[in-house]
């Protein structure tokens, strides 16, 4: 059985997708996987990329190394993000590779995963403001394509698909005010839609999608931040409440409760939160954490993050980045 520590120095499970009533999670240089009401981890996939070093969670943090996103796609065909790599393996055998030419990685909402292919952009500093394309890589035939390109735009933090129309895919750009938007882009039409922006409203690392609503916190690194819900029926745009920090991840459950994160940017002003709403309109505090003892130029900022396919699950499972363990 795997050491499953929580303690940042030690090698720790960190869970990454729930499918087909089975953990995944990440592990050093492996993808391992238990059964939902098992405690017995077993080994998955081993990646020939990473090493032993891997184990080691402040290397990993340090140098933006190990493993930092799985998904299954269906049941033989599996994709690995490990630093400036995506891979691609079919029944447990790498059969491609895409190197990122920019950045380490997509952030985790930032890759639409589909049967054959995956929709995906480069995150980066771009502090030239370089053209961010928005690319399709097809992993079967081995073929990238740009279906999109933003000029004038910091990065893309997110792009998620629609829950009720497959062809249709939620982009979020930041990260200053009139590089703050949200978008609709068509996949059949290969249209761009703005719904609005030009400010730190429209900041954000993630969105819910609940009934006719769309719901995030913002990402403001130095002003107030908000949970926010906009209506895609009448466009209206509402600020619930204010909360204490940034904001980058949020899921849903299978029971329609909501959950937003903070992060830790600034040990001095913030704390790392995890909101919960039942309803979207109140949102309490249900889990608070510090940051841990490592500088964050170095070792990242403090930070939670969900797992894929959370939407399955009532339980609320989710990852300490950078945090102390245990609530506050």
């Known amino acids: 059985m795997y050491f499953e520590s929580e303690v ?35 080994d998955y996939i081993i990646i020939e990329k990473l090493s032993l070093i891997n184990y080691f969670e402040l290397y990993n943090r340090l140098l933006r190394h190990g493993i930092h996103n799985f998904y299954k796609i269906d049941e033989y065909i599996d994709c690995i993000i490990i630093k400036a790599n995506i891979l691609f393996y079919n029944n447990k055998e790498l059969v491609n590779v895409l190197k990122l030419e920019n950045g380490s990685r997509p952030l985790r909402n930032g890759i639409v995963y589909k049967s054959d292919h995956i929709i995906y952009s480069e995150y980066y500093g771009n502090k030239d403001r370089q053209p961010v394309n928005i690319y399709k890589y097809n992993f079967i035939e081995d073929k990238r394509e740009i279906i999109y390109t933003f000029n004038n735009i910091r990065h893309i933090h997110f792009i998620q698909e629609d829950i009720k129309d497959h062809d249709r895919l939620y982009i979020g750009t930041g990260d200053l005010d009139n590089e703050c938007g949200f978008y609709i882009f068509n996949l059949q039409k290969k249209e761009m839609k703005k719904i609005d922006g030009d400010s730190q409203i429209w900041r954000a690392v993630s969105i819910l999608q609940n009934n006719n609503s769309l719901y995030w916190g913002t990402d403001d690194p130095s002003g107030k931040n908000y949970i926010i819900k906009y209506s895609l029926e009448n466009n209206k745009l ?3 409440q204010e909360i204490s920090g940034p904001a980058y991840y949020s899921t849903i459950t299978k029971n329609q409760e909501m959950f937003i994160a903070t992060t830790i940017e600034d040990r001095k002003r913030h704390k790392a939160i995890i909101y919960k709403s039942l309803n979207g309109e109140i949102w309490d505090k249900y889990m608070e954490f510090k940051k841990d003892i490592f500088h964050t130029k170095y070792f990242g900022y403090g930070l939670i993050e969900f797992i894929n396919n959370q939407k399955e699950l009532e339980e609320l499972i989710y990852n300490l980045n950078g945090l102390k363990l245990g609530n506050l």
């Open 238 to 240: 509402e600020k619930i």
């Open 8 to 42: 940042f120095v030690l090698p720790k499970v960190k869970y990454q997708m729930y499918h087909n009533n089975k953990f995944y999670a990440s592990l050093g240089n492996k993808i391992i996987v238990r059964e939902k009401d098992n405690s017995q981890w077993n």
